[in-house]
Nanobody
Framework: QVQLVESGGGLVQPGGSLRLSCAAAGRTSSSYDMGWFRQAPGKEREFVSAVNWNGANTYYADSVKGRFTISRDNAPNTVYLQMSSLKPEDTAVYYC??????????????????WGQGTQVTVSS
């Protein structure tokens, strides 16, 4: 089992920045590929970004490319999502997720096995 706990959400003005963190604990967390997803009110959950187990490969949704950066530190098993130039349409609950190592290129559509409880990000003036 892997337990995931997100933090770092909050209220920010358009154009501002936030850094989300996802702390992982449990079974050998460093051997998992990790992803960030978000769900806005009335919308389906969508893929935001992902990083493979060793940090070598990263993936981004087109809507956040160039504005968000994913990274990971396997000691102490934490994944980060640095969000810049935030827009009101980025408002959502952001979820961290983990999956066993996947084939190259498949992380955005992979099935994720473990999920955090989510952290709210609100972009508003």
């Amino acid at each position: 089992q892997v337990q995931l706990v997100e933090s770092g959400g909050g209220l920010v003005q358009p154009g501002g920045s936030l850094r989300l963190s996802c702390a992982a604990a449990g079974r050998t967390s460093s051997s998992y590929d990790m992803g960030w997803f978000r769900q806005a009110p009335g919308k389906e959950r969508e893929f935001v970004s992902a990083v493979n187990w060793n940090g070598a490969n990263t993936y981004y949704a087109d809507s956040v490319k160039g504005r968000f950066t994913i990274s990971r530190d396997n000691a102490p098993n934490t994944v980060y999502l640095q969000m810049s130039s935030l827009k009101p349409e980025d408002t959502a609950v952001y979820y961290c997720a983990a999956t066993h190592p996947q084939l190259y290129g498949t992380l955005p559509s992979a099935e994720y096995d473990y999920w955090g409880q989510g952290t709210q990000v609100t972009v508003s003036s």
